[in-house]
Nanobody, 117 residues
Framework: VQLQASGGGLVQAGGSLKLSCTASGTIRTVNTMGWYRQAPGKQRELVARVTTGGNTAYADSVKGRFTISRDSAKNTVSLQMNSLKPEDTAVYYC????????????WGQGTLVTVSS
């Protein structure tokens, strides 16, 4: 499975950005796609995930501000990020897991999101 992410960039605090990711290759009907992020000097952490059935999981820090969605027919996942804060600054990675909320098997190349104060 290959993951191609797009979006990201520089935005002021309080602004919005949208990330998108498309999976290609041999893809099972049942899977989980999502986004993780890694800030400088910190470990990679979950942002949000969504299953093929539409079940979602969010980090507490982004609940109410970020919305994950997917088009399973097109194997795409999007992350709408609103009310961005400087602490959201990180490299965001698209993820793909072969099961339902199982360990990530594949990662995208990462896209930088920078939120200025």
């Amino acid at each position: 499975v290959q993951l191609q992410a797009s979006g990201g960039g520089l935005v002021q605090a309080g602004g919005s950005l949208k990330l998108s990711c498309t999976a290609s290759g041999t893809i099972r009907t049942v899977n989980t796609m999502g986004w993780y992020r890694q800030a400088p000097g910190k470990q990679r952490e979950l942002v949000a995930r969504v299953t093929t059935g539409g079940n979602t999981a969010y980090a507490d820090s982004v609940k109410g501000r970020f919305t994950i969605s997917r088009d399973s027919a097109k194997n795409t996942v999007s992350l709408q990020m609103n009310s961005l804060k400087p602490e959201d600054t990180a490299v965001y990675y698209c993820s793909f897991a072969r099961g339902i909320f199982t360990v990530t098997n594949y990662w995208g190349q990462g896209t930088l999101v920078t939120v200025s104060s």
